[in-house]
T-cell receptor, first 116, second 115 residues
Framework: GDSVTQTEGPVTVSESESLIINCTYS????????LFWYVRYPGEGLQLLLK?????QKGSSRGFEATYNKETTSFHLQKASVQESDSAVYYC?????????????FGKGTKLSVKS | EAAVTQSPRNKVTVTGGNVTLSCRQT?????MYWYRQDTGHGLRLIHY???????QIGDVPDGYKATRTTQEDFFLLLELASPSQTSLYFC??????????????FGPGTRLTVL
């Protein structure tokens, strides 16, 4: 089946340091997977951070970037300089493109704490 | 503003109790989902729906029923709650995926404790 594996947390980083959260996927039932990063801030629901639907492309939002690498089946999340407000839980997810199947397969989530 | 709301936000019940979690979306989306979030497991899909009256079984459906009464409203029912169902529950909605994928919009979650 489809699966997503991401960096196990918790991850603690100092403010202004760089961040990478690893994500690899296995898409056995999806011909053209779409890849997503969602973020959940304390007390809130998940919200989309960025998505990429084409292999080789990069998505970016709020200073975060992720490149869809089909060869290595990876979609790592990076940020050059984190802020305390980035403290949250980050989820990598895999989805279908087209058709009627809108199911997403999520990773376990990575809790990020940014210390000042 | 488009939104997904859930009620209650917190619920405590006893083993064997009857619980209904409610979700309403104003996104005009056809698709709605119920997930549970547990430490070490990420989000796991319980049930989902393509529209009013439709129900699809997710990946962890045992012990749960769901009903989609309107396009806006999706309910999760625990008829004989067990401590293993203590969890954080999220509802979400989306359009069909199309070629651009389907972003899901999430509610704030309901924390359920079964004693």
């Amino acid at each position: 089946g489809d699966s997503v594996t991401q960096t196990e947390g918790p991850v603690t980083v100092s403010e202004s340091e760089s961040l990478i959260i690893n994500c690899t996927y296995s898409a056995t039932s999806i011909a053209y997977p779409n890849l997503f990063w969602y973020v959940r801030y304390p007390g809130e629901g998940l919200q989309l951070l960025l998505k990429v639907i084409t292999a080789g492309q990069k998505g970016s939002s709020r200073g975060f970037e992720a490149t869809y690498n089909k060869e290595t089946t990876s979609f790592h999340l990076q940020k050059a300089s984190v802020q305390e407000s980035d403290s949250a839980v980050y989820y990598c997810a895999l989805g279908h493109s087209g058709g009627s199947n809108a199911k997403l397969t999520f990773g376990k989530g990575t809790k990020l704490s940014v210390k000042s | 503003e488009a939104a997904v709301t859930q009620s209650p936000r917190n619920k405590v019940t006893v083993t064997g109790g009857n619980v209904t979690l409610s979700c309403r979306q104003t996104n005009s989306h056809n698709y709605m989902y119920w997930y549970r979030q547990d430490t070490g497991h990420g989000l796991r899909l319980i049930h989902y729906s393509y529209g009013a009256g439709n129900l699809q079984i997710g990946d962890v459906p045992d012990g749960y029923k769901a009903t989609r009464t309107t396009q806006e409203d999706f309910f999760l029912l625990l008829e004989l709650a067990s401590p293993s169902q203590t969890s954080l529950y999220f509802c979400a909605s989306s359009d069909p995926p199309g070629l651009g994928g389907a972003e899901q919009f999430f509610g704030p979650g309901t924390r359920l404790t079964v004693l």
